[in-house]
């Protein structure tokens, strides 16, 4: 079946450094949500991307969809604490248009 | 608007035993799906219904069983309870392909 894969597992970074988290398929996506969960908390949905090559922006968040539509990224300029937490990639598959997800990637954000 | 309501929020049970999780979804929403999220594993899917229909179905043993009523609201059933059954239970609504809402979650631990 189809997977995504999510990359890096695990980031550490300084506050006020960026981080970029990483959503690859081997097939062309319909659609892909990001979602962040963070420590002790339930995942929150941030944005949904459908267009080929769409860019959002939310702040400090900036979210690329590929031109092929088989990979997205997540971008967080200037860490702060508040950004710690796992991030989710997540996307529509088959004709039944199962939910799958990526595992997920921890931030972790030293003051 | 009220959020997704799951019950119980936390409960230990014993190997052997069953148990049943309830969730209410937000108003409105038809969808619901179930997850299982234990540490490193990320979001394991176990199945979704829409207007009592169990629309998708995850890899999970038959052990794991749920049901929608005629008002959205969802329940799951785990019988026969492992160890590894301990985690946490997400239960998210949504509207058709929608963003998912995610309630605080059922831990349960098995001892």
């Known amino acids: 079946g189809q997977q995504v894969m999510q990359i890096p597992q695990y980031q550490h970074v300084q506050e006020g450094e960026d981080f970029t988290t990483y959503c690859n398929s081997s097939?062309?996506?319909?659609?892909i949500q990001w979602y962040k969960q963070r420590p002790g908390g339930h995942p929150v949905f941030l944005i949904q991307?459908?267009?080929s090559g769409e860019v959002k922006k939310q702040k400090r968040l900036t979210f690329q969809f590929g031109e092929a539509k088989k990979n997205s990224s997540l971008h967080i300029t200037a860490t702060q604490t508040t950004d710690v937490g796992t991030y989710f990639c997540?996307?529509?598959?088959?004709?039944?248009?199962?939910?799958?997800w990526g595992l997920g990637t921890s931030l972790a954000v030293n003051p | 608007k009220a959020g997704v309501t799951q019950t119980p929020r936390y409960l230990i049970k014993t190997r052997g035993q069953q148990v049943t999780l309830s969730c209410s979804p937000i108003?409105?929403?038809?969808?619901v799906s179930w997850y299982q999220q234990t540490p490193g594993q990320g979001l394991q899917f176990l199945f979704e219904?829409?207007?009592?229909?169990?629309?998708n179905k995850g890899n999970f043993p038959g052990r794991f069983s749920g049901r929608q009523f005629s008002n959205s609201r969802s329940e799951m059933n785990v019988s026969t309870l492992e160890l590894g059954d301990s985690a946490l239970y997400l239960c998210?609504?949504?509207?058709?392909?929608?963003?998912?809402?995610f309630g605080e979650g059922s831990r349960l631990t098995v001892l």
């Open positions: 998210a609504s949504s509207l058709e392909l929608g963003e998912l809402f």
């Open positions: 108003s409105g929403h038809r969808s």
């Open positions: 219904y829409f207007s009592e229909t169990q629309r």
């Open positions: 097939t062309t996506l319909s659609n």
């Open positions: 991307l459908v267009k």
């Open positions: 997540a996307v529509h598959a088959g004709n039944n248009r199962k939910l799958i």
